[in-house]
């Protein structure tokens, strides 16, 4: 696999960045091997992704910080330069429904996903030799519905002790209290129906079933303190009809939850998400 350093920018737009950027780029000896920008008009916000091959500059990714710091003060950037050659750290956190854990540990067995994941975290004891067989550590930590906190303090010290970079809600049934989602704001990711809220709660499929609903589909988000209303990263849907039954649509939702968790996540590692208020810039 090449090695690349990856740019991420955002900044108040005005003319000349994107020469500005590039310059400095080439006057390093830089090759550009892929390039994203994104103007909003209505906000006044540039956003920029440049892949920079990182055996054309002849210096580490530090040096480079270094050398970008004046052209960063410069247009006011909020910016990262990310280093393809360290491995984000991933949690997986599961309840008791599989579908999304297994396909995660599948593409990510398969090298579909660049990252290492490092534990996965339950309330439940169901996931612990499915998890095992891949030879990652598996967490329980049971969640008293009259003391979650204690559960929640013991969740957060396992991904601290996993100096985990990003953590994947795949399927995990509780909600995470707002110390934790501040804590790690925009490095949690969730997946949900997209019924939410005209099926909140149990069955959400047979409540759809039951409204004769025509499509249904999933969204994969950040957490934040409020409800399965944090930036959205990726959604699809599926076409349904009168003749499917709600085992049919439940069969159909998991297909999509878990398809779009893996986009979601696979975009997130590669730097392809920039938060931008309570919506992303998705350069995918």
């Known amino acids: 696999m090449s090695h690349y350093y990856r740019l991420v920018v955002s900044c108040p737009d005005q003319v000349g960045i994107v020469a500005r950027v590039s310059s400095f780029i080439a006057q390093q000896g830089g090759s550009i091997t892929e390039a994203s920008q994104h103007s909003d008009l209505e906000t006044g916000r540039f956003f920029m992704r440049y892949e920079i091959l990182a055996d054309s500059l002849g210096m580490s990714a530090e040096a480079l910080r270094t050398s970008f710091e ?9 910016w990262s330069l990310v280093d393809t050659q360290k491995r984000r750290r991933v949690v997986l956190m599961v309840s008791r429904e599989s579908h999304c854990l297994v396909d995660l540990l599948y593409r990510w067995q398969a090298g579909e996903l660049d990252c290492d994941i490092v534990g996965v975290i339950s309330n439940h004891d169901d996931m612990r030799s499915l998890t095992e067989w891949y030879g990652i550590p598996y967490h329980h930590v049971p969640v008293d519905p009259a003391n979650k ?21 795949a399927r995990y049934m509780q909600i995470l209290p707002p110390s934790l989602c501040e804590r790690y704001a925009g490095r949690v990711i969730n997946i949900h129906h997209s019924f939410l809220p005209s099926f909140a709660g149990a069955k959400p499929y047979h409540q759809a079933y039951e409204r004769g609903v025509k499509l249904i589909g999933a969204t994969c988000h950040y957490v934040t303190e409020e409800l399965d209303a944090g930036p959205i990263i990726e959604q699809d849907i599926h076409r349904v009809s009168h003749c499917h039954t ?7 939702g998991r297909d999509v939850e878990k398809a779009v968790l893996a986009r979601g996540l696979r975009w997130h590692l590669e730097d392809r998400v920039l938060i931008h208020g309570n919506k992303t810039v998705v350069f995918s």
């Not at 709600?246 to 159909?252: C, E, G, H, S, Y």
Request: charged fraction near 20%.
């Open 70 to 78: 004046p052209v960063a003060a410069e247009f006011d950037m909020q």
């Open 149 to 169: 906190q204690q559960a929640f303090d013991q969740v957060q010290q396992q991904i601290d002790a996993a100096r985990a970079d990003c953590v994947v809600l």
């Open 246 to 252: 709600p085992t049919d649509l439940v069969r159909f």
